[in-house]
């Protein structure tokens, strides 16, 4: 048990000297744009991190405007996702993939990159600050916040594994936010759930027939 | 033995295996093919590290589930952590595969001095043993490799022949696929030649 223990830490202390090395050299490839960043970003980034705060607290509380809130929902776990992509390579330690593959065991793998997809959502670790926040009384008034935060989760997970059914996700999802419906939060979010399920079922499209 | 059953595998446009079918029957193979025919392709997928649109590979006449516990692989094509030296990626091989520091074959292919070179800084041939080493390391039953003589020196090539001589002798339905542009020293050691 010890021995087994062992070996996943050295394992897990791999992977997170990849993701740290991979994350590097990605942000040493924008060091050319850093002075544009600082200049541009560097004010305003307190401004963002408020922003982030802000649309997850339109997110929680849009009763007023379950329509509104959700689209603002799906633009979120949108550019969230969109971050998340960025970030794959070094989540999954993609360039030595066939590596991890030949030597170790799947669910090692898998376990590995959900602790570093945890690691880089620093949107999902944002909802969970103000969801520890939240007393029992709040949380009964916004139930559809724990599925956003599991909509958050889906996301990373099928950015890493499942990149065309997130697609399928958010075209559905775009479709039923813009239908003239009119439906409470929770209604919106357990259709996004629902579509979020039901797209990991729909086959690949083959673009090129060519044989 | 190792079977390919009707395989299909494309890279984006290019259809690089058709209903192909492949039965190895020798102990030992050299496969044979003109470059980007798919000779590493082919071994990439019986390593179950690459996927196929469809078909399956069979082993002693049965699909292996974790294909990875059976099949030992040395391939440009896996890319070892580029970030460590030499010494901790064995290292690392050495513990998610519970085994010893393999000296002898440190010492075998006279890797000891470049140990502590991080792996990017190795020269090919130097990268080459480090992969060779890995799959060596693990002893399993169906041993795979690309282009092993590719860039390795003559005293190591002897060491690598020394090492396929005896690989199969505790195996008894083990086997082993090679690829090689150079097959005649391969011949000389039991191999027999294949086309794709």
Same mark, same amino acid.
């Given at each position: 048990m010890i021995d087994y223990f062992a070996r996943y830490i050295s394992f897990l202390s791999f992977r997170y000297l990849a993701y740290t090395t991979t994350l590097k050299s990605m942000l040493s490839q924008l060091k050319s744009f850093s002075l544009l960043f600082a200049l541009v970003l560097g004010p305003a980034f307190l401004g963002l991190v408020l922003l982030l705060f802000l649309g997850l607290g339109k997110i929680v509380d849009s009763h007023a405007a379950p329509a509104y809130g959700a689209k603002l929902a799906v633009v979120y776990l949108l550019l969230e996702s969109v971050m998340l992509w960025a970030m794959t390579p070094a989540i999954k330690n993609a360039q030595n993939r066939a590596f991890q593959r030949s030597l170790f065991k799947s669910s090692w793998r898998v376990c590995v990159d959900c602790k570093l997809l945890f690691l880089s959502n620093a949107w999902l670790i944002a909802s969970l600050l103000i969801a520890m926040d939240l007393s029992l009384k709040q949380w009964l008034q916004v139930p559809h916040f724990l599925l956003f935060m599991l909509l958050q989760w889906f996301c990373g997970v099928f950015v890493l594994y499942r990149p065309l059914a997130l697609f399928y996700s958010f075209l559905i999802s775009f479709v039923l936010v813009l239908l003239p419906v009119s439906l409470t939060l929770l209604q919106y979010f357990l259709g996004f759930v629902a579509i979020f399920c039901c797209s990991t079922l729909i086959p690949p499209v083959r673009i090129s027939h060519k044989s | 033995m190792i079977e390919i059953k009707d395989l299909n595998k494309r890279f984006a446009s290019a259809q690089? /295996?058709?209903?192909y079918n492949k039965q190895f029957n020798g102990k030992k193979t050299c496969l044979q093919a003109a470059n980007g025919k798919g000779k590493t392709t082919l071994l990439m997928i019986i390593a179950g590290l690459e996927s196929s649109q469809s078909g399956y590979v069979l082993f002693n006449s049965e699909t292996i589930e974790s294909v990875q516990n059976y099949v030992s692989i040395a391939s440009d094509?896996?890319?070892?952590?580029? /970030?460590?030296?030499a010494r901790q990626i064995i290292e690392l091989s050495c513990k998610a595969l519970k085994k010893e520091m393999p000296e002898q074959l440190i010492t075998g292919f006279r890797f000891d001095e470049h140990l502590n070179t991080r792996f990017r800084a190795l020269s090919s041939g130097n990268q080459k043993k480090c992969q060779l080493i890995i799959a060596f390391l693990k002893q399993a039953p169906f041993l795979l490799l690309d282009e092993p003589s590719a860039a390795l020196d003559q005293e190591s090539i002897r060491f690598l022949l020394t090492l396929l001589d005896d690989y199969l002798n505790d195996k008894p339905n083990g086997q082993i696929i090679i690829t090689s542009h150079e097959p005649e020293v391969f011949l000389q050691h039991g191999f027999e030649c294949s086309s794709l």
């Open positions: - | 690089v /295996f058709k209903n094509r896996i890319a070892l952590p580029d /970030f460590l030296t």
